[in-house]
């Protein structure tokens, strides 16, 4: 109801048709401090990204631990997840080499799938990676991962390759060196993190206007009369985009992981 609250704020139901917090911020950002362990703050945010990783290892330890001869439902689902990571994507993506990567891609994957789940999680209402903060960490990682491999696997060539392509006409070689420097080294990271960001934003945006106008609207019957079914559209709204986001934050998860490996893969094998 955090988010009904925020969004009432100075809606006024008998001339407004949408309730919305007079600064949209204010439906992200949490400053005051839940609890403090001596100089360090937990604000919400920060309680929610360590719940994030509890949960991660949670599922991890309990869903991988052995013991059972035939593993449970739970077991199986998450051995298929993480099979799946470490096939289709890791290994599926970057070659055979990929399996040693697939620990830091599940981690990204599971890390980032419950961040965005907590867009449709009762109580909580809110992902963590609508926090740019946490996009763009996860993207600097994988930039950090990338260059290394790059420079590891290939020397001072995977910088002139790069900047000198030899199978593009020598005319356009400087403009498509360019291009292709100022991407690998400096473009990727920004738009990995922005392209999860603004989608967990736009949804955890959306899904807050449109669920709490509805029932900001609905709730003031007494006070407006009829005027109060302009909430039921909105409601019902919300309820569809609270189903599209589910699916949204799984797809994201999908692509940022499938992103990361396929930089590692131009690193690997830049020939390709």
Not at 145 to 157: D, L, S
Request: charged share 15%.
């Amino acid at each position: 109801m955090e988010s009904v609250v925020l969004a009432s704020g100075d809606c006024d139901v008998s001339t407004e048709i949408i309730c919305a917090p007079s600064d949209v911020l204010e439906l992200f950002e949490f400053k005051d401090a839940l609890f403090s362990i001596g100089p360090l703050n937990f604000t919400r945010t920060v309680v929610l990204i360590f719940l994030a990783m509890f949960i991660v290892l949670a599922l991890l330890y309990y869903g991988l631990r052995k013991g059972e001869k035939v593993p449970s439902k739970f077991a199986a689902a998450i051995e298929s997840l993480v099979t799946f990571v470490k096939e289709d994507i890791a290994i599926g993506i970057i070659g055979p080499d990929g399996a040693k990567y697939a620990p830091y891609l599940l981690s990204v994957f599971m890390l980032v799938i419950i961040g965005n789940l907590f867009e449709v999680t009762p109580l909580i209402n809110f992902p963590i990676t609508s926090r740019m903060a946490i996009p763009l960490f996860i993207s600097i990682v994988t930039w950090v991962i990338f260059v290394i491999v790059g420079f590891k696997k290939n020397g001072i060539r995977y910088f002139t390759d790069l900047a000198w392509p030899k199978s593009v006409p020598l005319a356009l070689r400087p403009l498509v060196g360019l291009i292709e420097v100022v991407s690998t080294f400096v473009l990727r990271p920004i738009t990995l993190a922005v392209r999860l960001f603004a989608n967990l934003v736009a949804g955890h945006l959306m899904l807050t206007l449109l669920l709490a106008s509805g029932w900001i609207f609905m709730s003031s019957v007494g006070d407006i009369g009829a005027r109060a079914i302009i909430g039921l559209p909105w409601f019902v709204f919300g309820l569809g985009i609270y189903v599209f986001e589910i699916v949204v934050a799984v797809l994201q998860a999908y692509i940022i992981t499938l992103l990361s490996a396929v930089y590692v893969q131009t690193s690997v094998h830049p020939e390709h």
